[in-house]
Nanobody
Framework: VQLQASGGGLVQTGGSLRLSCSASGTLVSTNGVAWYRQTPGMQREWVATIASGGATNYVDSAKGRFHVSRNNDANTVYLQMDSLSSEDTGVYLC?????????WGQGTQVTVSS
């Protein structure tokens, strides 16, 4: 199983980015996929999840601003992030659990400048 995250970049406060997480070796439609954020000196923080059935959940700080979705044909999960603030800065990683093993992508850097 491999995960490839992309779509990060530098954006101004209030801007938007859409992150992508492409999977190979398993299907995102049969495994829940989660997004996490890693910042220097901080623990990895869960941000959002889309379950295999399609239900979504978000950390409180992301509710109303972030939206996680899935394209089964492309075997890809997306994280649409709007109204970004400096607190959203970090490396975003996608992860899924398959047959009892958690897999991680390499992460994509998101930097929000004021």
């Amino acid at each position: 199983v491999q995960l490839q995250a992309s779509g990060g970049g530098l954006v101004q406060t209030g801007g938007s980015l859409r992150l992508s997480c492409s999977a190979s070796g398993t299907l995102v439609s049969t495994n829940g996929v989660a997004w996490y954020r890693q910042t220097p000196g901080m623990q990895r923080e869960w941000v959002a999840t889309i379950a295999s059935g399609g239900a979504t959940n978000y950390v409180d700080s992301a509710k109303g601003r972030f939206h996680v979705s899935r394209n089964n044909d492309a075997n890809t999960v997306y994280l649409q992030m709007d109204s970004l603030s400096s607190e959203d800065t970090g490396v975003y990683l996608c992860s899924l659990m398959c047959r009892g093993v958690r897999y991680w992508g390499q992460g994509t850097q998101v930097t929000v400048s004021s």
